[in-house]
């Protein structure tokens, strides 16, 4: 499975941005996704998952709950991520993973990963 990030790039704080991925080498119906991101000189982190096939349940950090929102195109073998009201805290290289079955949170969870996409947020 290669996965394919993009729409990253640079906002205002309360802006909102939508950063998609793209897959393709594998059944998109049987992937669950996970949207993760990594500020500079900080770990990479969980940002949002969603679940494969018909359960479209989804986990969400606590950081982001409420502003963010992922969601499968399956028409279009993408998963976008929906920012709203971004802070400059939300500037990170994010990037997209995917595994076969259930939805994940964690890095240990994914097998496929994309190749990232740079969010910029100034205040």
């Known amino acids: 499975v290669q996965l394919q990030a993009s729409g990253g790039g640079l906002v205002q704080a309360g802006d909102s941005l939508r950063v998609s991925c793209a897959a393709s080498g594998g059944t998109f119906a049987n992937l669950a996704f996970g949207w993760f991101r990594q500020a500079p000189g900080k770990e990479r982190e969980f940002v949002a998952s969603?679940?494969?096939?018909?359960?479209?349940?989804?986990i969400y950090s606590e950081s982001v709950k409420g502003r963010f929102t992922i969601s499968r195109n399956s028409a279009k073998d993408t998963v976008h991520l929906y920012m709203n009201g971004l802070k400059p805290e939300d500037t990170a290289i994010y990037y997209c993973?995917?595994?076969?079955?259930?939805?994940?949170?964690?890095?240990?969870?994914?097998?496929?990963w994309g190749q990232g996409t740079q969010v910029t947020v100034s205040s």
């Open positions: 969603v679940s494969w096939r018909w359960n479209r349940d989804t």
């Open positions: 993973a995917a595994r076969s079955g259930r939805i994940g949170r964690t890095e240990n969870d994914f097998v496929f």
